[in-house]
T-cell receptor
Framework: GQQVMQIPQYQHVQEGEDFTTYCNSS?????IQWYKQRPGGHPVFLIQ?????EVKKQKRLTFQFGEAKKNSSLHITATQTTDVGTYFC???????????FGTGTRLAVRP | NAGVTQTPKFQVLKTGQSMTLQCAQD?????MYWYRQDPGMGLRLIYY???????DKGEVPNGYNVSRLNKREFSLRLESAAPSQTSVYFC????????FGPGTRLTVL
């Protein structure tokens, strides 16, 4: 079946440093979504990418969808303590299909 | 608009006991989902319902049953709980994005 892997599993950064998490799918995706889960909370939708090579920005967050639509990345510039949490990518093989979630990257930020 | 609600928030069961986790959404979404989340495992899909009256197995359906009672409600039942089912359970509904409920933290002793 479809597998979605994320690296790293865990990253601990100093506040102000940049952070990147990478997402890789075993199959070509129709679209990919990113979610953030704060400690003790539930996943919350951040963004969806659909087009090959697409890049979207939300303030300090930059999301990219690979040319082959099999990988994606989330980059956070100048991390803040409010960025703490686990970031999940989730891919869909076709528009009506269910999402397959990645394993997640947990981000810790030292103030 | 409450979004997605789940009850209970916490539950402790003994091995062999049964229980039903309730989920309801007020966003008029067709699709609803049940996930479990274990440390280091991400979110794994247990069952989903693409529309009222239909249900399908996800990645880890063994030991669970579901009922899509109507468009709003999607319940998850553990008939005979096992320690391996200790987890956090999330219900979600979907339009463009998935909206998650607050989760149920279940411990099976």
């Amino acid at each position: 079946g479809q597998q979605v892997m994320q690296i790293p599993q865990y990253q601990h950064v100093q506040e102000g440093e940049d952070f990147t998490t990478y997402c890789n799918s075993s199959t070509t995706l129709s679209n990919i979504q990113w979610y953030k889960q704060r400690p003790g909370g539930h996943p919350v939708f951040l963004i969806q990418l659909v087009k090959s090579g697409e890049v979207k920005k939300q303030k300090r967050l930059t999301f990219q969808f690979g040319e082959a639509k099999k990988n994606s990345s989330l980059h956070i510039t100048a991390t803040q303590t409010t960025d703490v949490g686990t970031y999940f990518c989730a891919g869909r093989k076709s528009s009506g299909d269910k999402l397959t979630f990645g394993t997640g990257t947990r981000l810790a930020v030292r103030p | 608009n409450a979004g997605v609600t789940q009850t209970p928030k916490f539950q402790v069961l003994k091995t062999g006991q049964s229980m039903t986790l309730q989920c309801a959404q007020d966003m008029n979404h067709n699709s609803m989902y049940w996930y479990r989340q274990d440390p280091g495992m991400g979110l794994r899909l247990i069952y989903y319902s693409a529309s009222e009256g239909t249900t399908d197995k996800g990645e880890v359906p063994n030991g669970y049953n579901v009922s899509r009672l109507n468009k709003r409600e999607f319940s998850l039942r553990l008939e005979s709980a096992a320690p391996s089912q200790t987890s956090v359970y999330f219900c979600a509904s979907r339009n463009y994005e998935q909206f998650f409920g607050p989760g149920t933290r279940l411990t099976v002793l």
